[in-house]
């Protein structure tokens, strides 16, 4: 069992952690036993456990205690790699490997894991990053935000007279906010003091509130629009239009996309690796 192999195995430690302990008594060794080599901590059944995976496993716990960990505890640590060795090979020979789907789930989120973050975990030079980010401009666009206030009234008795109220006040050139207030619902859901992005309009009012809200010019209202048991009047405040930001003011966001993109592209190209190496057979009536 190569290192990588037993790597994505260890996961089938939590699966098998239930089985009775008789069931331990018929482990069947996976290879010929032998003594720790160089750079091994311990064997079990000739599958070594390698000294940097202890040292990882005791480092974390020495950054989480700040303090050096004791021989008891390294010597602790040590028995926990051998027993997640011992629950590995366990479920091995059970056959989890093929025959359980948490297993299969998890070995597979495993794998995909590790091919997209070895191709995220590279940082593109400035080039990859400047032609990336040209080829993705509209992506990083910043979309059109607009400032509303939302006067909010409830249908029941007086609603007619409320929203007539806030539209002669809003006419007449009344504060939106002072409007609000005193035609407005108590407890309405109040906007945020800030010119917001369509997405976050649209997830705080709902589509028909936010198309009317993105329609307005500065300093304009709308009508009473029906809506969720009650009616709402929309003031627009403010509008800043949408850019184009340049690489430097995103940089960060650019690099983020870059590493998801790598990640995506090194798995595709994994994959496309493993079916070119392996026999893959279909029945006649497989979907084609």
């Known amino acids: 069992m190569n290192a990588e192999r037993r790597g994505r195995l260890l996961l089938l430690a939590g699966a098998v952690g239930g089985l009775a302990l008789a069931g331990f008594a018929t482990l069947v060794p996976v290879a010929a036993s032998r003594g720790p080599g160089p750079g091994e901590v311990a064997s079990v059944n000739g599958v070594a456990i390698a000294r940097v995976d202890l040292e990882r496993a005791l480092a974390r716990i020495e950054a989480d205690k700040q303090n050096p960990v004791s021989d008891a505890e390294r010597r602790h640590v040590l028995e926990r790699l051998i027993d997640d060795e011992l629950l590995v090979q366990r479920g091995v020979a059970l056959g989890l490997v093929e025959s359980d789907p948490t ?10 894991a590790s091919v997209v973050a070895e191709a995220s975990s590279a940082p593109p030079d400035e080039a990859e990053l400047e032609r990336f980010f040209a080829e993705n401009r509209a992506y990083f666009a910043r979309s059109p935000r607009v400032q509303v206030v939302r006067i909010a009234v409830r249908d029941g008795e007086g609603a007619d007279a409320r929203i007539a109220g806030a539209l002669a006040a809003l006419d007449a050139g009344a504060p939106p906010r002072e409007v609000a207030a005193r035609f407005g619902e108590p407890g309405a859901l ?18 028909t509130l936010a198309e009317a809200a993105l329609a ?73």
């Open 103 to 112: 297993v299969r789930k998890a070995l597979a989120a495993a794998v995909i």
């Open 190 to 207: 109040a906007l945020p003091d800030a010119p917001l992005p369509e997405a976050k309009l649209r997830e705080l009012l709902g589509p």
């Open 216 to 288: 307005l010019e500065p300093g304009a209202r709308s009508a009473a629009i029906a809506g969720d048991g009650g009616r709402s009047i929309l003031v627009s405040l403010a509008r800043v239009p949408g850019s184009e930001p340049v690489l430097s003011e995103v940089r960060e966001e650019v690099a983020a996309a870059f590493a998801r993109h790598a990640g995506e592209r090194a798995l595709a190209a994994y994959l496309a690796d493993r079916r070119s190496e392996a026999e893959i057979a279909l029945a006649p009536d497989s979907p084609r």
